[in-house]
């Protein structure tokens, strides 16, 4: 290499120096906000030949930081690291996806810096990622770019680096050298050195020696500067510790005031009172710390000087060199640790702030554990919900095609239900037209009835005829041989008077079976009506029935179609629970089934009540018309018998012994019924109660702890999933089982009273009610906390 080009190269060295301490220290003092982003994004564009322009989102959500690596260095950051980010959405809005893909490339960054670059780079001058994704800071920003402009000029591509930055315009490299001042001040000269020519030993001595000696003096008034604001400092800092420690010492006092008056009942304050005092030790552990170093930074500064004035005396020789490398290091060091002691002063005044809130909290304690507990509650509440959002948003691919496979069985379910709703329809219309097939019956009935009657007035008319003509002939002196008998006794008398007794008490036991005879039919005809009426009411309970069900089935196909829809638009489905859809199902079946033996167990009743109807009617019938024989024909020639007499009297007894018998069997039932109804109202009152504590207790639990998966909500419902057992156990198995274990027959009595409830609920089951209640008070044994 030529003289001259040494000459060029000494003075581009120098002038690189000057350019540096010419009154730019360090990053902080360029206050120039937007002037320093503009440059930074001006030297990211011009890595990349192709970029013209890059916008905020770009760099908030990383991409542009992603390029600007790859350019420089492709090997370090090659497609396996490009693997990391290969499932990063650069369009997002959320600004916490966007704030952990920039998480992760600073950790690349930093890690490429010690690793690569060997410069390890302070915590204190990191940017704040979730500020930058969150609100797109330009000062959070330009911290970024200044570590990826490190990487750069220290990495191993720095010499087409440092060519890029020199063929950029003279504001950019302005702020650039600003920028890499702390980080690359030595390599730079190096890598110049080494790109320009061999003789890189001799040109490098002289270039460092070069840059000592013109600024020596402005390094020496820096340092002593700095070294009297940091004595100041200290100073300050001193007399904050001496008032730190006569608070500390008050509230000592305080404390221990306080711990002697709740000693025995404040053991959760105690505890607190000793994170106190150990937060205390540990303030004091870190002003003791912070006086140690400045001692240590004195004698450091005293040592530099003495270093200094050395390398003053020193300058011909070529050791200097080194030496003053090794100066410039330590002054580094010496401002990172007066950045640590800014830091360590700041984390004072926050203590202070702590410490002066110490005398409140203890006055307040009470509201203060309250609203410690309801923050942590809202943390944990926090927590949980991030928790979640977590888990569904992992876990939802995984959903999407279990919930597809269950919309389809839900499908299914539906449809074969509402071929069973369609059937249990027709089976209501063909009761409908039974049952007007039974009101035309009685309507036959009636008018049987009433053709009856009108036979009976004409007879009683017959008869007036009869008597009038007696009458007539008594008046003449004429005597009939036959007399018709009237309706009151003592017509009949009059007319029977020449004849025996036994005709005479004939009579008046046919009269009196007549008069009760028409009492029952009366009665009867009452009782047909109400069985009618019960008919009608039941017809109607059954309507209301069916409708509550199709209302039943329209929701549960209206919640298939809606998950139908959230399914195909992969939302989230967890309110979605099959398994109750399923007991839903499955419950509307038991309904119609025992709705279809309600309605066969009618129709029983109602052929029953026809043929007794019948029967009575037949029997009305030959009563009315041996009634009639017996008051046309003569006492002589009468056909009734005694023991006719007798049987019919016999009848007539059986028949209102049964009359009776069904009253009070009628009377039982209503008093059973109300019964079932207090203990099924008692009983579902309980029921309800224990569900919403449990509920409720179920829902405190999933906000106080980890949330359930899907997959362990559904092994859970397999594991937890009843065996089809019979409704009722018999007697014996049941005196078995509670012989052997007590508490299995309170169990046992609890699940019954729970069917017994959903029974009476859904208006069913009122014989099998019964039978339940029956066979509970059969058991004196059943503990009364069953019930």
Known sequence: ???????DIYSTANFVSLYLYSGYGSISDSTNVEHDYDCLLKWMMSLQANVTHIELNELTSGRAFIDALRVIDSNYFNDAWM??????????????????????????????????????????????????????????????????????????????????????????????????????????????????????????????????????????????????????????LTAERDSYVQEIDKLKH???????????????????????????????????????????????????????????????????AEKVRKLVDEVDELRARVAEADALGDYVATLEKKLGSVQFLLDLYIEVVGDLKAQIKALEELESNNLKLSVDFEEEQRKSHTYKLEAGVYKRQAQSLEQRLEEAVEKSLQLEKEKQLIADRLAVLDQEHDRTLWERNQLSSRVEELRKRLQADENSGKSSPRAEIDVDIESKIALAGDAPMEIKHMLFKLKHENRILTETLTKEREQQKKCFDQASEEKCRLQSIIGDLEGKLSSLLIACAV????????????????????????????????????????????????????????????????????????ADDSNYTVADVEAMKARLVQNEATIEDLKEENNRQQIMFEQEERLITTAFYELAWQMHRKASEDRLAACLSDPVTFLAEQRKIVCTKPSSSSFLSTASNYAFSSSVNPSSSALFHKILLIRVVVLAVIGIGYHLVTDVFTFIWSHPRVPASCY
Request: charged share 35%; hydrophobic share 35%; glycine share 4%.
């Open 254 to 320: 305080q404390l221990s005031l306080v711990c002697k008056r709740n000693e025995d009942s404040e053991n959760e304050r105690q505890r607190e009172i000793s994170e106190l005092k150990i937060q205390i030790e540990t303030l004091r552990d870190s002003l003791d710390e912070s006086e140690s170093a400045r001692d240590q930074m004195a004698t450091e500064y005293d040592e530099l000087l003495r270093q200094v004035q050395h390398s003053q005396m020193m300058k011909e020789n070529s050791d200097n």
């Open 1 to 7: 290499m030529g003289k001259k080009a040494k000459e």
């Open 563 to 634: 998950n139908d829809r959230d399914n195909s638009g992969k939302s989230n489905c967890e309110n979605v629970d099959p398994q109750q859809d399923v007991e839903e199902v499955c419950r509307l079946k038991g309904k119609i089934s025992r709705l279809y033996e309600c309605v066969a167990d009618k129709e029983r009743e109602i052929v029953n009540l026809k043929t007794a109807h019948t029967e009575t009617l037949e029997k009305a019938r030959q009563v009315i018309y041996h009634l009639d024989v017996a008051v046309k024909m003569n």
């Open 83 to 236: 693997e990391v980010f290969k499932d990063a959405n650069y369009e997002e809005r959320e600004w916490r996806l966007r704030a952990n893909v920039l998480r992760k490339i600073l950790k690349s960054v930093l890690k490429y810096n010690e690793e690569i670059c060997n410069n390890v780079i302070s915590k204190n001058i990191l940017p704040n990622v979730m500020v930058i994704a969150r609100d797109g800071s330009k000062e959070e920003i330009i911290k970024f770019i200044r570590i990826v402009v490190a990487a750069a000029v220290n990495g191993p591509g720095r010499d087409g680096m440092i060519k890029n930055i020199f063929d950029l315009e003279k504001s950019v490299q302005h702020t650039l050298m600003l920028t890499i001042q702390g980080w690359i001040f030595i390599p730079f000269f190096m890598a110049k050195l080494e790109f320009e020519g061999d003789n890189s030993g001799e040109l490098e001595v002289e270039c460092k020696s070069a840059v000592l000696l013109e600024n020596n003096s402005a390094s020496l008034a820096d340092l002593s500067l700095r070294c009297e604001q940091m004595e100041k400092q200290m100073k300050h």
